[in-house]
Nanobody, 118 residues
């Protein structure tokens, strides 16, 4: 059983920065590729950024390219999302999980709310 706990969200003005953390606890003997997703009111959950099991490969959605950076520290079982130059349209609840085909390896955490004011 793996538990995901997201943190680091908050209220920030447009142009500001936040760093999100995803703490992975439980059976962490398997190191999975991880990703960040977000869901805003009335919209479906969307992919934001992903990272391979060892951090050697990353991917990022076009909407956040050049502004968001994903990283991980396997010794701390934590995945990060550095968000710079935030825009009001980045407002959403942010979640992490491990994509596995069309599914996800773990149960979803509670997410962390990011609100960007204009």
């Amino acid at each position: 059983q793996v538990t995901l706990v997201e943190s680091g969200g908050g209220l920030v003005q447009a142009g500001g920065s936040l760093r999100l953390s995803c703490a992975i606890s439980g059976r962490t003997d398997y190191v999975a590729a991880m990703a960040w997703f977000r869901q805003s009111a009335g919209k479906e959950r969307e992919f934001v950024s992903g990272i391979s099991y060892n951090g050697g490969y990353t991917d990022v959605a076009d909407s956040v390219k050049g502004r968001f950076t994903i990283a991980r520290n396997n010794a701390k079982n934590t995945v990060y999302l550095q968000m710079n130059s935030l825009k009001p349209e980045d407002t959403a609840v942010y979640y992490c999980n491990a994509p596995f085909g069309d599914e996800f390896r773990y149960s979803w955490g509670q997410g962390t709310q990011v609100t960007v004011s204009s």
